[in-house]
Structure formats: structure tokens, C-alpha cells
């Protein structure tokens, strides 16, 4: 390579090819120091230099603008909207989490109840609280909702309504919920059989259903249940379960008995029960009719409650003898979930967790 | 700080893109810039059209230096332009006050700066031998526009134009920069 030393005219800037180097950063830095110096002494080397870069400089001016324009035809045209590889993986892994997070609160968060954020916390809070704290938050509960909702309640209880068609088969996910939860008491299996794995549910309602001591009416929508043979898995899961269905239940009566005490001491009407009434189903109100109608072997049944009672009214037809509801029997077969054996029949109904139904039934004047 | 490696392999992956020429990574790199260099504009009393005018510059850049082999990935793309847009309005400014830009150092090369030649793209010299440019045959442009622009070796051009060997381009190359300088004293004249 020729340099200024090897050259024998003292100015490097007549070798074009030196020159060209020199523009295009094409000698290593050393060399290229070197030439510089002689430019800080030699004002034609500069202006030589400097034309040549001229020159570059507008060759690759032209370059750009060629290339500038046909980037910002494709921008303008919508050719630069193409979405990259990682934004798509972004953009994939939202809707992951918005599904998981969708199936997640559909799943496991309800119970086929809407109910407010407020709602699910305080709930939430309530499941880790031993019973007899349950209780207590429970009454917290009803008194926040009474203050909140008021009037509002009585107004939309009327259009409240549990139950919904049977989800034994059409609803999977709600089975899996149960299936997935041991057999909690002792009593899920009755004297005549054992109780089919069934799926109740309550359609969903205003939340304004908790202040049910206030606002003392809901509907629910009963199963008639088979006295099938329970699947040998289920079977397996309730021995497991019997002897902490046990535990529970002696647990669930010493909250019961304190909770007596806290009403004895407080001077409510200690008359605990509920009270079981039948009527035909001419006697529904016409919006549960019409319901009715939609699903014949659902049982309507309407619970009221107020401070010193509780009333489970059943609509069907025909009507047991009243022998049979001086002899019926209820019991709880989940947390949300009760039986009423009545003459032949058992009638499953999914309860509102957050309404307290008394667990046994009241004998006496109908 | 290193930047994360999630964006060292997508600012690779870019980069490959442009060495092979596909145009496709600007348009990404356009997309993935547009809101930092606007705001940066908008910022600095520029309009939205300096904003895309900048970045599109910016992109120039680096695709430039990129295809020459003279780009040193230190950082992240976006901080590169960033920083190539940032001296680029600099120097737009300053010649808008008809001040000097400074003595550039032209060898220096840091990330985002400004070479000297790069800064004489914009100038008015340069606008004169583009439209020189414009009056020579389509061979001698795309013969000069491969060598100085694209960088591509004599062999690399012989084979793309389809010329004998690397002499035949040496040679021809030779008379079509004669023949651009004829056209560019020409217009000096006038």
C-alpha cells in the first residue's frame, strides 16, 4: 500500500486511490493519523480531501433518499404495520392471561352468583376464619349489605331466583368442583342410599340475596334426586371422607350451640327450625311459573327468613300428606348444598353460602 | 449495564436482516422507534414530520454503516438511534442559527455520532452531485451507488452487474467518477 512515505511527491492527496481510501475509512488508523497530519499543513491536500468527500457524501445521499422514500412508502402504505415476532409472542401471551385469568373466576371464584369485588373479599376472608368467626363475619356481613343495598333489596327480590335447569350433564365444570372437594359431611349419605353426585346450582341473583334477614325471600329451584348407585370413586372419596365429615359436623354443632348462646344473650327468639310448608304449584307467582314451565322436574321453593323464623315453601304437585312433612328430614350433603327427604322424594337445593339455613327442620303448625 | 438478552437477540436478529439488505428491518425498526423519537422531537419543539424525518435519517445510519461493516454493537439498536437522531437535530438546529457545527473529528465513530461525512450528506454540495448524478447513464450510477453507498467490493460488483472481473469494474468505475466530476465543474461554473 502506498503512503505518504512511500511516496515520492510529498502531497499522499495526488493518489486518487489514497484519497478514496482515506473518504471511505478504508486504511487502519495509524496510516490514516499520519495522513491527517499532513492535511493540518497542506490547505490543497484539504480541498482535495474535502471534494472527494463531496463526491461520496452525494453518491451516498443518493442512496438514501432512495432507500428513505421506499421506507416511508411502505410505512405510509401499512406495510410497516406487520407486527414483529416478539410483539405477536406479547401480544399471544396477554390473551393467555386474560383466558387463564377468565376460566380462573368462572371456575373458581364463583358459585353461580354474582356478587361485587367487595363481595369476594370479604368472603374470601371468611373461608380462613374458623366457624365460629365465620359466624361473627357473616352478621358483619349482613349488616354492611343492609346498610349498603337498603330499599333496593326488597325491590330486586322479588326477581331473585336460585336454582337453574340440570347441570348434571350440560354444566362439567361445576361437577368438577365437586368431585374435587371430599364429601364434607357424614350425613351425604342417607338412610335410604347413598345420594347421587349431583350438581345444584343457584342461578345467579343480585347480591342484595345476602341480606336475607332483611330482605327475607329467595327463590330456589330444587332437584328431585335418584336414589342411584353412587360411582365406586365417589363411594371411595366419602369413606375417606366420613371420619372429617365427623370432626366437622361435631365442629359445625359447637359453633351452632355458641351461636345459640350469642342469640340467648342478645334475647332473640331462641325458636331455631326451619319451618317446612308445601303448596301446588297454581299457587307460584307467574314469573316462577313460567320458569317452571321451562323446567318441569324442577321443584320451586321459596325461603324466607326473618329474625326468630325460617320457611322453606315447596311448590309441587301433588302435594305430600302431611304426615310425610311431620317426618321430613334435612341435610346438609356440601357447603352450599342441602337435601329435604320428604315422603319419597328427595329434593336437592343449592344455597347461597352466605344464607344461613337452619339445619334442621321445625315440627308443628303449618 | 448490559441490556437484557431478550433484546440483544432481537436487536441480532435486525441486524442480520440488514447485513442480508432486507428493507423489511428498517420498517421494524421504524415501528419499534417511532414513539421515543417523536416524543424526543416534539420534546424539542419539532414537528411530527422532523420526528419521522429524523428517525428515518437515523435508520439510514445505521443501515449504512451496518452494510459497510462499520457498526460496533455495543448497545441496544433503539439507543443507537436515539442517539444518531438526537446529533442529527443538534446539527440541525446549529445550522438553522447559521452557526458552525462544530469541528467534527472524522475518525471518531461513537455510538450515535455523527461522521463528518455523514454530516455533509445534508448538505447543499451534496444536493449538487445527486442531481449530477441524476445526468450520467444508469450503469455508471449504479456502478457508483454499489461501490460508494452499498460498499460492495469490485468482485461483489462484478458479479452483481455482471462485468468480467474486478479490473473491468475498476476501470469502468474510474470513468464514470470522471465523468460525474466533468458534470459537477460544469455546474460549479455556472
Redesign the interface.
Same mark, same amino acid.
Given at each position: 500500500m502506498k503512503t505518504t512515505m512511500q511516496n515520492q511527491n510529498p502531497h499522499w492527496t495526488s493518489d486518487p486511490d489514497l484519497v478514496e481510501r482515506y473518504?471511505?475509512?478504508r486504511i487502519d488508523?495509524a496510516e490514516?493519523?499520519q495522513l491527517?497530519d499532513h492535511l493540518r499543513v497542506c490547505e490543497d491536500c484539504v480541498c482535495v480531501v474535502r471534494n472527494e468527500?463531496?463526491?461520496?457524501?452525494?453518491?451516498?445521499?443518493?442512496?438514501?433518499?432512495a432507500?428513505?422514500g421506499?421506507?416511508?412508502e411502505?410505512?405510509a402504505t401499512g406495510?410497516?404495520?406487520?407486527f414483529?415476532w416478539?410483539q405477536l409472542a406479547g401480544a399471544a401471551a396477554a390473551i393467555v392471561v386474560l383466558i387463564t385469568v377468565g376460566v380462573h373466576n368462572r371456575w373458581f371464584m364463583t358459585d353461580g352468583v354474582q356478587r361485587s369485588p367487595e363481595t369476594l373479599d370479604m368472603m374470601e376472608e371468611k373461608q380462613s376464619l374458623p366457624l365460629k368467626e365465620q359466624d361473627d363475619a357473616e352478621k358483619r356481613d349482613e349488616r354492611i349489605s343492609m346498610d349498603q343495598k337498603g330499599e333496593e333489596a326488597r325491590q330486586q327480590s322479588e326477581g331473585a331466583s336460585a336454582g337453574a335447569p340440570d347441570q348434571r350433564k350440560s354444566v362439567p365444570q361445576r361437577q368438577m368442583q365437586y368431585e374435587s372437594t371430599p364429601a364434607p359431611v357424614a350425613e351425604s349419605l342417607s338412610p335410604r342410599g347413598p345420594v347421587e353426585p349431583y350438581s345444584l346450582s343457584a342461578k345467579p341473583v343480585p347480591s342484595t340475596v345476602m341480606m336475607l334477614q332483611k330482605n327475607p325471600e329467595v327463590w330456589l329451584e330444587g332437584r328431585i334426586l335418584e336414589g342411584e348407585t353412587l360411582p365406586s370413586q365417589v363411594l371411595e372419596r366419602k369413606d375417606r371422607a366420613e371420619e372429617e365429615s365427623k370432626r366437622k359436623a361435631a365442629e359445625m354443632s359447637a359453633a351452632r350451640r355458641s351461636k345459640e348462646g350469642a342469640r340467648m344473650e342478645e334475647g332473640i327468639d331462641q325458636q331455631e327450625g326451619l319451618q317446612l310448608i308445601q303448596r301446588p304449584l297454581a299457587d307460584l307467582p307467574q314469573s316462577q311459573q313460567t320458569r317452571q314451565r321451562k323446567d318441569p322436574e324442577s321443584v320451586p321453593a321459596l325461603l324466607e327468613r326473618s329474625d326468630s323464623l325460617a320457611q322453606l315453601t315447596l311448590f309441587l304437585d301433588p302435594l305430600h300428606p302431611e304426615t310425610d312433612l311431620d317426618r321430613a328430614a334435612i341435610e346438609q350433603v356440601t357447603r352450599d348444598s342441602i337435601v329435604i327427604d320428604v315422603g319419597a322424594q328427595r329434593i336437592g337445593f343449592k344455597i347461597p353460602r352466605w344464607v344461613d339455613v337452619p339445619l334442621q327442620l321445625r315440627k308443628g303448625r303449618r | 449495564m448490559k441490556a437484557p438478552l431478550?433484546f440483544l437477540d432481537?436487536d441480532a436478529k435486525i441486524l442480520d436482516l440488514i447485513r442480508k439488505g432486507d428493507?423489511e428491518a428498517?420498517?421494524?425498526l421504524?415501528?419499534?422507534n417511532r414513539r421515543m423519537i417523536m416524543a424526543y422531537a416534539a420534546r424539542n419543539n419539532g414537528t411530527a414530520d422532523d420526528g419521522q424525518d429524523l428517525l *428515518?435519517?437515523a $435508520? &439510514?445510519v445505521l443501515?449504512?454503516r451496518v452494510r459497510a461493516g462499520?457498526f460496533e454493537f455495543s448497545a441496544k439498536l433503539s439507543t443507537f438511534l436515539f442517539a444518531t437522531a438526537k446529533n442529527l437535530w443538534m446539527r440541525r438546529l446549529a445550522k438553522q442559527r447559521r452557526e458552525s457545527p462544530g469541528i467534527l473529528d472524522?475518525?471518531s465513530h461513537p455510538d450515535g455520532g455523527i461522521s463528518?461525512?455523514?454530516s455533509?450528506?445534508?448538505?447543499e454540495?451534496?444536493?449538487?452531485? *445527486?442531481e449530477? $448524478? &441524476?445526468t450520467i447513464g444508469e450503469q455508471c450510477?449504479q456502478l457508483?451507488?454499489l461501490f460508494?453507498?452499498?460498499?460492495l467490493s469490485m468482485e461483489e460488483i462484478a458479479g452483481r452487474m455482471g462485468f468480467a472481473n474486478a479490473d473491468t469494474v475498476k476501470s469502468k468505475k474510474y470513468q464514470c467518477?470522471k465523468a460525474?466530476?466533468r458534470i459537477?465543474a460544469g455546474v460549479m461554473k455556472e
Open positions: 473518504v471511505l475509512y488508523s490514516r493519523s491527517a468527500e463531496v463526491l461520496v457524501a452525494g453518491i451516498r445521499a443518493h442512496g438514501r433518499a432507500l428513505k421506499r421506507l416511508k411502505r410505512v406495510q410497516g404495520r406487520e414483529s416478539y | 431478550f432481537t428493507e428498517l420498517v421494524m421504524y415501528e419499534a *428515518q435519517d $435508520l &439510514m443501515w449504512e462499520r472524522p475518525d463528518l461525512l455523514e455533509l450528506i445534508e448538505s454540495e451534496a444536493t449538487m452531485v *445527486q449530477a $448524478l &441524476m450510477r457508483l451507488l460508494y453507498w452499498e460498499e467518477k460525474l466530476e459537477l
